[in-house]
């Protein structure tokens, strides 16, 4: 079956920091993948997807690039802000399924 | 756009009582999903549907759920009996279809079974 596996949290950093999330997968089909974000009490966003391998997705200074040789979908932003503390979820949908399979989360904190 | 309606935000109930959650997808989108969230299992599909019928219900946890697309533009999601063990958010996504395609999130329904 499919699967996300992410690294565990909680990411601390110092506002400025360079940041990397990452985020191994395992499909069956020919996946696209995703990077959801999720602000405290609210429903996940759409941060950034890629939907074939070496594709490189890019939002908000964040971007993460499909490698299907090492099947991962790493998440890096140059300098990150306080603003973006919040929890990244790595997903994945496969061929012929719809549905989101979600890895277990990341929580970034970002200090001033 | 109003992006999908969730409701309740928060309900609380007493174990053994029936629940229901609603959901209202944005205009246009023909693919529905609820999705739960825990701490333990994290974020996993329930059920989705493509035009208002159901495609895959393989998450459903057993014969206590149930959902129903009865149009296009509602949703429910159904728990009877419910049990402590139900607690958890429950996210309700929709998008145009088509396999890469954007699922856009509602708030959540933060359900509390006591």
């Known amino acids: 079956g499919n699967s996300v596996t992410q690294m565990e949290g909680p990411v601390t950093l110092s506002e400025e920091a360079f940041l990397t999330i990452n985020c191994t997968y395992t499909?069956?089909?020919?996946?696209?993948l995703f990077w959801y974000v999720q602000y405290p009490g609210e429903g996940l966003q759409l941060l950034l997807k890629?939907?074939?391998?070496?594709d490189k997705g890019s939002n908000k200074g964040f971007e993460a690039t499909y490698r299907k040789e090492t099947t991962s979908f790493h998440l890096e932003k140059g300098s990150v802000q306080v603003s973006d503390s919040a929890v990244y979820f790595c997903?994945?949908?496969?061929?012929?399924?719809?549905?989101?399979?979600f890895g277990s989360g990341t929580r970034l904190q970002v200090q001033p | 756009d109003a992006g999908v309606i969730q409701s309740p935000r928060h309900e609380v109930t007493e174990m053994g009582q029936e629940v229901t959650l609603r959901c209202k997808p944005i205009?246009?989108?023909?693919?529905l999903f609820w999705y739960r969230q825990t701490m333990m299992r994290g974020l996993e599909l329930l059920i989705y549907?493509?035009?208002?019928?159901?495609?895959?219900d393989s998450g459903m946890p057993e014969d206590r759920f149930s959902a129903k697309m009865p149009n296009a533009s509602f949703s429910t999601l159904k728990i009877q009996p419910s049990e402590p063990r139900d607690s958890a958010v429950y996210f309700c996504?929709?998008?145009?279809?088509?396999?890469?395609?954007?699922?856009?999130f509602g708030p959540g329904t933060r359900l509390t079974v006591l």
């Open positions: 890629a939907t074939k391998a070496d």
């Open positions: 499909a069956t089909g020919y996946p696209s």
């Open positions: 549907f493509n035009n208002n019928v159901p495609i895959d």
């Open positions: 997903a994945l949908t496969d061929t012929g399924r719809r549905a989101l399979t």
């Open positions: 996504a929709s998008s145009l279809g088509g396999e890469n395609n954007e699922q856009f």
């Open positions: 205009s246009g989108h023909n693919s």
